[in-house]
């Protein structure tokens, strides 16, 4: 059962524009999300995280949107930069999980 | 300060062989993680270590699938009798264990069965 989905599966941005990612979520006990951004070869890096008594947070360049009722939450990044080009995943923890489950991936693209 | 590392970055086998794979986390974090990524997929979640407690082996796919951990340090997995399906990209991460603290991921195993 894939309890986070994720869309779309690859993005292509102009540099200066906005990149969105979406993700949906099942399982109401999750309790933190945290967004993961990947380059080729490496592991995984802990992007920005938010807690759902936030509908925002903001980092830079970076902003998570949740939304506590539809089991939704997105990450927007403004101002896309060809270094931001890498595969995203959004994440989630919780109930008596200490593991995350993970969508399926976004690549995005940002062309100079 | 050092992060986790993962030891072969690389490995090639046969079908029918055994692997062992092996994570250092980082000093002082008590929580150790496994996944698997398959290519072009997220990460399965295999096996999680807190402390001197049990593991949550929950997500180990098959018996053949095992994992150990001395004490709060290095972590194997082992696989054996490996299959194709086997192939992907084993992580791991660690973190000081608590709720909501941040998992640092390793660079990864690539395992390609033959």
């Known amino acids: 059962q894939q309890q986070v989905k994720q869309s779309p599966q690859s993005l292509i941005v102009q540099k200066g524009g906005i990149s969105i990612i979406n993700c949906a979520y099942e399982n109401t006990a999750f309790d933190y999300f945290p967004w993961y951004q990947q380059f080729p070869g490496k592991g995984p890096a802990l992007l920005i995280a938010?807690?759902?008594?936030?509908s925002e947070k903001k980092e830079g360049r970076f902003t998570i949107s949740f939304n506590k009722s539809a089991k939704q939450f997105s990450l927007h990044i403004m101002d896309s930069q060809p270094g931001d080009s890498a595969t995203y995943f959004c994440?989630?923890?919780?109930?008596?999980?200490?593991?995350?489950?993970f969508g399926s991936g976004t690549q995005l693209t940002v062309l100079p | 300060g050092a992060g986790v590392s993962q030891s072969p970055s690389n490995k090639v086998t046969e079908k029918g062989k055994d692997v062992e794979l092996r994570c250092d986390p980082i000093?002082?974090?008590?929580?150790l993680y496994w996944y698997r990524q398959r290519l072009g997929q997220g990460l399965e979640f295999l096996i999680y270590f807190q402390g001197n407690s049990a593991p949550d082996k929950s997500g180990l796919p098959s018996d053949r699938f095992s994992a150990e951990r001395t004490g709060e340090s290095v972590s194997t997995l082992t696989i054996q009798r490996t299959q194709q399906e086997d192939s992907a990209v084993y992580l791991c991460?660690?973190?000081?264990?608590?709720?909501?603290?941040?998992?640092?991921f390793g660079p990864g195993t690539r395992l390609t069965v033959l």
């Open positions: 994440a989630a923890r919780g109930g008596s999980a200490r593991q995350l489950t």
């Open positions: 000093s002082g974090h008590t929580a």
């Open positions: 991460a660690s973190s000081l264990g608590t709720a909501y603290n941040e998992q640092f």
């Open positions: 938010i807690r759902p008594d936030v």
